[in-house]
């Protein structure tokens, strides 16, 4: 089971960036796909971004809503993973979640079953 902890969460105004962080306490971090979802308000949880392990070569998928704005990353030194939201604007708002699973084929990516495990969250909320 993979410990993720979330941070960088926060408010901010329309047209701002932040980055979220998720670290990971797992040993092999690096064959792990990392994925990002939100949950707005009332609403479900939806596929944010996702970046697969070195066995994938690092492909990344994104939601149509972010693509252009939102970009993931990861840093498997640091068992770290990244998303860096710019341009960010009120629909934004949500508790943003980290997520790492093994062996997710690339169609499942975007899929919230797919992954094992999970992070508490951290809360974005964009607002004037």
């Known amino acids: 089971q993979v410990q993720l902890v979330e941070s960088g969460g926060g408010l901010v105004q329309p047209g701002g960036s932040l980055t979220l962080s998720c670290a990971a306490s797992?040993?092999?971090?690096?064959?792990?796909?990392l994925g990002w979802f939100r949950q707005p308000p009332g609403k479900e949880r939806e596929f944010v971004a996702a970046i697969r392990g070195n066995h994938g070569g690092g492909t990344t998928r994104y939601a149509d809503s972010v693509k252009g704005r939102f970009t993931i990353s990861r840093d498997n030194a640091k068992n770290t993973a990244y998303l860096r939201l710019n341009d960010l604007k009120p629909e934004d708002t949500a508790a943003y979640y980290c997520?790492?699973?093994?062996?997710?084929?690339?169609?499942?990516?975007?899929?919230?079953?797919?992954?094992?495990?999970w992070g508490k969250g951290t809360q974005v909320t964009v607002s004037p």
């Open positions: 797992v040993g092999n971090f690096r064959t792990y796909t």
């Open positions: 997520s790492a699973g093994s062996g997710i084929i690339l169609s499942a990516m975007t899929s919230a079953s797919a992954y094992a495990s």
